[in-house]
């Protein structure tokens, strides 16, 4: 049989094994069936001719082994049997085959989970050829594999994640597990989900923009001072118009804070105002009542002191002798 290939001496070649090989293989196979496999492996690099017989001899194994560890690695698919030799297959190959190729016969469960893992393909084949050339390495299919699993994203997600970092030249391992744990944080499934995400992301760096520009502010938002705008902008609801009334309440400060504008609008949202017109019927109440205080404070102020007048008068009496 003739075993195809071509490198050079055998003083500076070298025979790469994949890892796959001893993750799936080598439990499986006994010690001549892997001394075959290895034998051929290394022979398949030269492209010369060689018989059952000569693999024998080599390796010190009778006939019958041979033939028998031939088979074996041709149930698995490892070796391809030709009219004049063997090929051997690209076991990595297999393996992904194993993983994305539907089986004739599967109940619908499986069947379901089939079909899902063919998208999944496509899909990772589309990362493969948009943001690796066609060449991605076998590591990337199992931490995609590993991320489709562990944050259930869909194949659209799965892409834009990719999309994501490549347009920002983050195209590596750590960068990306961060902004997949940010979308799962933000309970992102669906490119749905996803859409959604950017609408509010979009909507807190416009109104962080704004609030900045009319504080005065040269430089960026803080990561607490982003957390306050999130709650006003997502937990309470509130546009950039009732945000910008307690903006304004900050002109009398001289040193005016996040944690007052906060105070502010967590007070109006308690007191659910909904609207800037709420908002300003509120503080224009509010405005009255502190002068009503201040009138009757006053008129306190004067009645008390028309009092001691004519006690202190009454006093001075009381001491005239007649």
Same mark, same amino acid.
């Given at each position: /049989?003739?075993?195809?290939?071509?490198?050079?001496?055998?003083?500076?070649?070298?025979?790469?094994?994949?890892?796959?090989? +001893?993750?799936?293989?080598?439990? /499986?196979?006994?010690?001549?069936?892997?001394?075959?496999?290895?034998? /051929?492996?290394?022979?398949?690099?030269? !492209?010369?001719?060689?018989?059952?017989?000569?693999?024998?001899?080599?390796?010190?194994?009778?006939?019958?082994?041979?033939?028998?560890?031939? %088979?074996?690695?041709?149930?698995? !698919?490892?070796?391809?049997?030709?009219?004049?030799?063997?090929?051997?297959?690209?076991?990595?190959? =297999?393996?992904?085959?194993?993983?994305?190729?539907?089986?004739?016969?599967?109940?619908?469960?499986?069947?379901? %989970? =089939?079909?899902?893992?063919?998208?999944? #393909?496509?899909?990772?084949?589309?990362?493969?050829?948009?943001? +690796?050339?066609?060449? /991605?390495?076998?590591?990337?299919?199992?931490?995609?594999?590993?991320?489709?699993?562990?944050?259930?994203? $869909?194949?659209?997600?799965?892409?834009?994640?990719?999309?994501?970092?490549?347009?920002?030249?983050?195209?590596?391992?750590?960068? *990306?597990?961060?902004? #997949?744990?940010?979308?799962?944080?933000?309970?992102?499934?669906?490119?749905?989900?996803?859409?959604?995400?950017?609408?509010?992301?979009?909507?807190?760096?416009?109104?962080?923009?704004?609030?900045? %520009?009319?504080?005065?502010?040269?430089?960026?938002?803080?990561?607490?001072?982003?957390?306050? @705008?999130?709650?006003?902008?997502? $937990?309470?609801?509130?546009?950039?118009?009732?945000?910008? =009334?307690?903006?304004?309440?900050?002109?009398?400060?001289?040193?005016?804070?996040?944690?007052?504008?906060? %105070?502010? *609008?967590? $007070?109006?949202?308690?007191?659910?105002?909904?609207?800037?017109?709420?908002?300003?019927?509120?503080?224009?109440?509010?405005?009255?009542?502190?002068?009503?205080?201040?009138?009757?404070?006053?008129? @306190?102020?004067?009645?008390?002191?028309?009092?001691?007048?004519?006690?202190?008068?009454?006093?001075?009496?009381?001491? @005239?002798?007649?």
């Amino acid at each position: /049989m003739k075993l195809e290939a071509n490198m050079k001496s055998t003083l500076f070649s070298t025979t790469s094994i994949p890892d796959v090989f +001893f993750t799936e293989y080598l439990a /499986m196979a006994n010690g001549n069936y892997i001394k075959v496999y290895l034998y /051929m492996l290394f022979l398949s690099k030269y !492209g010369k001719d060689i018989k059952i017989n000569d693999l024998s001899k080599s390796l010190s194994i009778d006939v019958k082994s041979i033939q028998e560890a031939i %088979k074996f690695w041709e149930d698995l !698919g490892v070796i391809t049997r030709k009219n004049n030799g063997y090929i051997l297959n690209d076991i990595q190959e =297999i393996e992904l085959n194993k993983l994305y190729s539907p089986k004739l016969t599967a109940s619908p469960e499986i069947a379901k %989970k =089939i079909e899902k893992d063919q998208y999944r #393909a496509k899909a990772i084949d589309t990362i493969n050829t948009l943001y +690796f050339q066609g060449v /991605m390495s076998p590591s990337w299919y199992t931490d995609i594999t590993l991320w489709f699993e562990k944050y259930q994203f $869909d194949e659209q997600v799965m892409l834009a994640l990719f999309k994501y970092c490549f347009e920002r030249s983050a195209m590596h391992r750590n960068y *990306l597990q961060v902004v #997949a744990n940010a979308w799962h944080q933000s309970n992102i499934k669906t490119y749905s989900d996803l859409d959604k995400y950017y609408q509010k992301q979009e909507k807190l760096n416009n109104i962080e923009k704004k609030i900045a %520009k009319k504080l005065g502010l040269s430089r960026q938002l803080t990561e607490y001072e982003k957390a306050f @705008v999130e709650k006003w902008s997502v $937990d309470f609801n509130y546009d950039l118009p009732i945000i910008e =009334i307690a903006l304004k309440k900050t002109t009398s400060k001289s040193n005016p804070s996040f944690d007052y504008i906060n %105070k502010l *609008l967590t $007070d109006w949202n308690e007191r659910n105002l909904r609207t800037p017109d709420a908002v300003e019927e509120f503080l224009k109440s509010m405005k009255q009542k502190q002068k009503d205080i201040k009138e009757l404070n006053k008129k @306190v102020a004067v009645s008390n002191y028309q009092g001691r007048k004519y006690d202190n008068l009454d006093a001075l009496y009381a001491n @005239v002798k007649p």
